[in-house]
């Protein structure tokens, strides 16, 4: 009797990548996805430690799924990812619901646990740092992903230990992939459907592979896949801004296909609180950075990432985040309220008010949300790029992005899915463009 399986991520694009490669083991395994909570047979909580509360979402969901089952035989349960691999034997002794504990490096495993727990044995804590073995046994199974913007892992973990971030003790150290087998990835997800590709690590940038003769860099890889006749774009996130390398900006001179936008965490404006949070790099050298690539591609926009009320922040810190803030003009951003990691060094801090927290958060979000309206009001009557990913689920639209990331709404035709199309924008709101495929009305009266 065929089995299933049902898959809940949490948190960043790479979570959404293990997750696809976790759904392609356990189908290997004989189980079949399904998006049905109510019948089915092993359910995957693929989790993220980087926010508050994490670890009680978990328990909050699997509080839930106990109810659904509490009349039915009971599914296995596994929890994937960061916060397995932070609070393993903690979770297994709070919640003996849990089946095992699956941490990011050890996903190569699952087939083995579900076969270990369906023959009764005990297998709990599976949070070993292997990640050579993980990647290994990934690359004899082809990624299913058939989405046209497509994602790919190239390097896991990171060195630079920023005192806020649970990251380095969740994921490990920096580990890159080979370029070779990135390649024949990306080859894969293009022969599936894919028109753009997504260069996904927690420090992106830091790609760095190394044969005897040479070292393959970030910038060498975009090359690479800029060869693929039939890829159209080239995005990596997240980079960190002290492997900005002159290689990597120098590839939006050239690289048509490597989109002018960039995912660039600043965290704050402000010297002394980049200092206390351990970043390594100074405003000055934030902006000449953004200078720089602005002055190699005029029309580059950036997003980032911003941390309000970190421990020791003052007004005038705060201040010098709204300031970067307005300098850069960022096209995007996400923000959030500083909270205690348990394991880093800033969790050991004194905490700002949490009134002033959130009162400096409404400010700064209302400062990134009046520029990006701004910039999104400028694209009404004009036409943009977009790269057509789907059509719309009950609706008779379609979606896909603007060079910028920006989502795009609009009129179109099925078999414009996989293109880049002219689209008139009309309208907008705060975060979307809302239009039509230029010369639509002529295509459908011929």
């Known amino acids: ?45 693929n989790t993220c430690h980087i926010r508050e509360k994490a670890t009680e979402k978990v328990y909050h969901d699997i509080g839930r799924l106990k109810k659904k089952y509490k009349n039915k035989k009971k599914p296995i349960v596994l929890v994937t990812g960061c916060v397995a691999q932070a609070e393993n034997d903690e979770m297994l002794k709070r919640e003996k619901y849990i089946d095992a504990v699956i941490g990011p490096q050890s996903y190569q495993n699952i087939p083995k646990i579900l076969l270990d727990i369906n023959n009764k044995k005990t297998v709990l804590n599976f949070t070993d740092f292997d990640v050579i073995e993980k990647f290994d046994k990934l690359n004899t199974l082809e990624n299913s992903n058939s989405k046209t913007s497509s994602f790919i892992t190239i390097q896991e973990g990171c060195d630079k230990f920023c005192n806020f971030c649970v990251v380095p003790y969740t994921r490990g150290s920096e580990y890159s992939r080979s370029l070779e ?70 590839c939006y001179k050239d690289v048509k296909k490597l989109m002018p936008f960039l995912h660039l965490p600043a965290q704050s404006g402000s010297n002394a609180i980049l200092k206390k949070m351990n970043r390594k790099y100074t405003r000055e050298k934030y902006l000449s950075i953004i200078k720089k690539m602005r002055e190699i591609m005029p029309i580059m926009e950036f997003s980032s ?90 609706e008779n639209k379609f979606f896909g992005r603007t060079f910028e990331l920006t989502p795009v709404v609009f009129d179109a035709k099925k078999e414009d899915i996989g293109k880049i199309i002219d689209v008139e924008i009309t309208g907008c709101n705060q975060n979307s463009l809302f239009g039509f495929k230029k010369d639509l009305k002529k295509e459908v009266a011929a």
């Open 1 to 45: 009797m065929e089995k299933n399986f049902f898959i809940k991520t949490f948190g960043c694009q790479m979570n959404e990548y293990d997750s696809n490669r976790i759904s392609d083991l356990i189908k290997k395994a004989g189980y079949k996805k399904t998006n049905n909570l109510e019948n089915t047979n092993c359910y995957i909580l």
């Open 181 to 250: 087998e990135i390649i024949n990835e990306a080859k894969a997800l293009i022969l599936n459907g894919a028109k753009e590709i997504v260069l996904l690590g927690q420090n992106v940038n830091a790609y760095n592979y190394k044969t005897k003769n040479k070292n393959f860099r970030l910038s060498h890889l975009i090359r690479e896949l800029d060869k693929i006749k039939d890829l159209k774009r080239i995005r990596y996130t997240t980079s960190h801004p002290n492997d900005m390398t002159e290689d990597l900006i120098n």
């Open 305 to 394: 990432d911003f941390i309000v009320g970190y421990p020791g922040e003052t007004e005038k810190d705060f201040e010098d985040t709204l300031d970067l803030i307005s300098k850069v003009n960022f096209v995007n951003s996400y923000s959030f309220i500083y909270n205690k990691r348990p394991g880093t060094p800033a969790s050991n801090l004194e905490s700002v008010d949490q009134k002033l927290q959130k009162k400096r958060l409404i400010i700064l979000q209302s400062l990134l949300e009046k520029i990006q309206r701004k910039k999104n009001n400028k694209n009404i009557s004009r036409s943009k790029k977009v790269l057509v990913e789907n059509i719309m689920k009950n």
